[in-house]
């Protein structure tokens, strides 16, 4: 069954570094997207991305984060001057329909990334 | 402002129990979401559902619209079932954005 890759799984960055983490989403699907889950916490939503473009975005996505779709097959979230509270597990997921169709959203294993 | 609560935060049931997961929420939504999450932490999505009720396996998922709750059934709970069941909404008039439950971790016993 085809399956949403996460890398890497684990980074360690200091603070105030940029970082990048990839994703390729499952090959057919048109909706991507990023979530976090701060240890002891629960999901939350970054930011959803349709047609090249973002479609909704939380407020935690302010200016220091942003997603791009470089090629056919990678999406990626850059955090450009990291601080401590972006430690956390970054999940990707990806959907062949939007929200509210038939399909669900199929989720990665997971970036866990740790800033010191 | 959405808000998910889930019940019980925590559950553990002997091998072979059958086991009830409860998700309520406080505004429309278009469609509910049962995810389970490992402790590696991988998310994996069990059930999507926006009326009635669904059934994977030993898995069956209910939703009440009117009274905006979702129940998640296991049937003859099995240690491997252990894990964390999380509840998302996709609120009204969003078709991107998950709200989440804090979860519910779930310890099945041999």
């Known amino acids: 069954e085809p399956e949403v890759t996460q890398t890497p799984s684990h980074q360690v960055t200091q603070m105030g570094q940029e970082v990048i983490l990839r994703c390729v989403p499952i090959?057919?699907?048109?909706?991507f997207y990023w979530y976090r889950q701060i240890l002891g916490q629960k999901v939350e939503f970054l930011v959803s991305?349709?047609?090249?473009?973002?479609?909704?975005k939380s407020e935690i996505f302010d200016d220091q984060f942003s997603v791009e779709r470089p090629d056919g097959s990678n999406f990626t979230l850059k955090i450009r001057s990291t601080k401590l509270e972006d430690s956390a597990m970054y999940f990707c997921?990806?959907?062949?329909?939007?929200?509210?169709?038939?399909?669900?959203?199929?989720f990665g294993d997971g970036t866990r990334l740790s800033i010191l | 402002k959405n808000e998910v609560e889930q019940s019980p935060q925590n559950l553990t049931a002997q091998e072979g129990e059958f086991i009830t997961i409860n998700c309520s929420y406080s505004?429309?939504?278009?469609?509910l979401h049962w995810l389970q999450q490992h402790p590696g932490g991988g998310i994996v999505s069990l059930f999507m559902l926006s009326s009635g009720k669904k059934k994977h396996g030993r898995l069956i998922a209910t939703i009440n619209i009117q009274e905006k709750h979702s129940s998640l059934h296991i049937t003859a709970s099995h240690p491997r079932d252990s894990a964390v069941y999380i509840c998302a909404v996709q609120p009204g008039g969003s078709n991107y954005k998950l709200t989440f439950g804090k979860g519910t971790l779930l310890t099945v016993n041999p």
């Open positions: 505004v429309g939504i278009s469609a």
């Open positions: 997921a990806s959907s062949e329909e939007e929200g509210g169709g038939d399909q669900p959203q199929h």
């Open positions: 991305f349709y047609n090249n473009e973002i479609s909704e």
């Open positions: 090959s057919n699907h048109l909706y």
